[in-house]
């Protein structure tokens, strides 16, 4: 047996959740090109906003240890927020990846325990 869920959201609810994500896409780094290279194991991200940023793979929670025909093969997520390995089934934020975020707050402290014992 299934349950019904009454949603009710109204007009104003709605444009007022528009007008925030214009906001946050304006605010935060999003994808429109994407590329691995990998001699150097590097991610490049082309944002929207004409900027790229090179982000070491070694780095990103689920990619870290995959193989290069695993990393290489990746996809930009609707509206450019995100990226997503298939065949890994991992996905990063793109603004997180571009500001230094590269994975959970537990796989961020680990990379910074090697950090600190490299």
């Avoid at 429109?32 to 070694?58: K, S, W």
């Avoid at 929670?61 to 093969?73: K, M």
């Avoid at 996905?91 to 910074?112: D, F």
Wanted: proline share 2%; aromatic share 6%.
């Amino acid at each position: 047996m299934t349950k019904s869920v009454d949603i009710d959201i109204t007009v104003a609810e709605i444009a007022q959740l528009s007008e925030r994500s214009q906001v946050r896409a304006q605010e935060e780094h999003r994808a429109q090109a994407v590329r691995y290279d990998a001699e150097n194991r590097c991610l490049y991200i082309e944002t929207c906003r004409g900027e790229e940023f090179g982000v070491n793979v070694d780095r990103l929670q689920g990619v870290a240890d995959a193989e290069d025909t695993q990393i290489a093969n990746i996809e930009i997520l609707p509206g450019g927020e995100g990226l997503h390995w298939p065949e890994l089934d991992a996905s990063l934020l793109v603004h997180g990846s571009c500001t230094g975020v590269y994975g959970s707050k537990r796989w961020m402290e680990n990379l910074a325990v090697k950090q600190t014992v490299q």
